[in-house]
Nanobody, 120 residues
Framework: QVQLVESGGGLVQAGGSLRLSCAAS????????MAWYRQAPGKQRELVAS???????NYADSAKGRFTISRDNAKNTVYLQMNSLKPEDTAVYYC??????????????WGQGTQVTVSS
């Protein structure tokens, strides 16, 4: 089993910054992609940013220029630095990871989510 635990959410004023962290643990052999998604009330979950083990990144248009995803592969941890936050960034942010377990099985895991609220 692979568990993801997020931290770093909270309440911030518009224009402020937050840094989210997500640590993966458990029966991990390797992780391919780690990503951040978010889901606002009444909306579908959407990709915010992702990063592969080799360093390739992908950002939602809404995140480009403001958010930065980074990884510490040795610690199986992914971060999301969010700057210039806007009220429309308010959502529950979820960490996601896929890879292979020690038993050579593919896994796709989600964290429990962390609330980010941006006040105007």
């Amino acid at each position: 089993q692979v568990q993801l635990v997020e931290s770093g959410g909270g309440l911030v004023q518009a224009g402020g910054s937050l840094r989210l962290s997500c640590a993966a643990s458990g029966s991990i052999f390797s992780i391919n992609t780690m990503a951040w998604y978010r889901q606002a009330p009444g909306k579908q979950r959407e990709l915010v940013a992702s990063k592969t083990t080799t360093g390739s990144t992908n950002y939602a248009d809404s995140a480009k220029g403001r958010f930065t995803i980074s990884r510490d592969n040795a610690k199986n941890t992914v971060y999301l630095q969010m700057n210039s936050l806007k009220p429309e960034d308010t959502a529950v942010y979820y960490c996601n990871a896929d890879g292979t377990t020690l038993r050579a099985r593919d896994f796709l895991s989600w964290g429990q989510g962390t609330q980010v609220t941006v006040s105007s």
